[in-house]
């Protein structure tokens, strides 16, 4: 899952960034409206966390743009004054959600959460497919009730997998997902060492890691 988090404030959007990266969120961090702009512009997201008040325009005008455009991307609003009118001018413009500063990281994490399920028609917080049953939210896996052993890296990539089961998601789509503009020092082929490492602790599982030439993964449960 990648997020790009729009907040000035540079302490709390890297402690945001910060928490959403250890429960398997790849995050972008852009302080002004024009550099969310820049973003949007070459990098689709999961979800945006949107600060109000940005340096040099209103939050509420990228939302508007966003919605004008067709961009249906999850927007959760963050802002420290919240009048009843600011949330209605923000959900009538098509934000999702809202938070008010200070708040809790974990509930911040959990709405984030909850947006995309939304979106993706997921109704529960575990996704099952045949005996692999894999929880996004605290990136653990079990095979048959037995936990399987993952890195955090492998987990976000079965979670990407798992969340559009039966699809082919190209190699380039699992990449975005991964990782950040930060990680300028990966390429693209480290998703195949990801995919072969996951394919080895799902092996004789009943559960498989289809590569379709030319195309991407797709992950289906055998029979």
Same mark, same amino acid.
């Given at each position: ?8 404030? /540079? ?34 997201? #999961? ?5 109000? *008040?940005?340096?040099? %325009? *209103?939050?509420?005008?990228?939302? $508007?743009?966003? %919605? $004008?455009?067709? #961009?249906? /991307?999850?927007?959760?609003?963050? !802002?420290? @004054?919240?009048?009843? #009118? ?41 996704? $099952?497919?045949?005996? @692999? +049953?894999? +929880? ?5 896996? !079990? ?6 052993? &993952? !890195? ?21 789509? @699992? ?26 602790? &799902? *092996? ?6 289809? !590569? ?9 449960? *055998?029979?």
């Amino acid at each position: 899952m990648r997020v790009l988090i729009v907040e000035d404030a /540079t302490d709390m959007a890297e402690a945001i960034a910060i928490r959403l990266g250890k429960s398997g969120m790849a995050c972008d961090l852009a302080d002004t409206y024009a550099t969310a702009e820049d973003f949007l512009a070459v990098q689709s997201y #999961d979800a945006i966390v949107l600060d109000i *008040n940005l340096p040099d %325009r *209103n939050g509420t005008e990228l939302l $508007q743009s966003l %919605r $004008q455009r067709n #961009d249906r /991307t999850p927007v959760l609003m963050l !802002t420290a @004054l919240f009048s009843v #009118d600011d949330r209605v001018s923000a959900l009538d413009l098509g934000a999702d959600d809202y938070l008010v500063k200070p708040f809790d990281q974990r509930e911040l994490e959990a709405r984030i959460r909850a947006l995309v399920r939304r979106e993706t028609d997921q109704k529960s917080d575990q996704v $099952q497919l045949g005996p @692999l +049953s894999f +929880s996004p939210a605290t990136l653990a896996a !079990t095979l048959n009730g037995t936990p399987v052993d &993952l !890195t955090r890296r492998e987990a976000m990539l079965l979670g990407l997998l798992l969340r559009s089961q039966g699809k082919v998601l190209s190699k380039q789509r @699992l990449y975005d997902g991964l990782f950040a503009f930060d990680d300028v020092d990966v390429g693209l082929n480290a998703i195949e060492l990801y995919i072969a490492r996951l394919r080895k602790k &799902l *092996n004789a599982s009943g559960v498989a890691i289809e !590569t379709q030439r030319g195309l991407g993964y797709r992950i289906h449960a *055998n029979g």
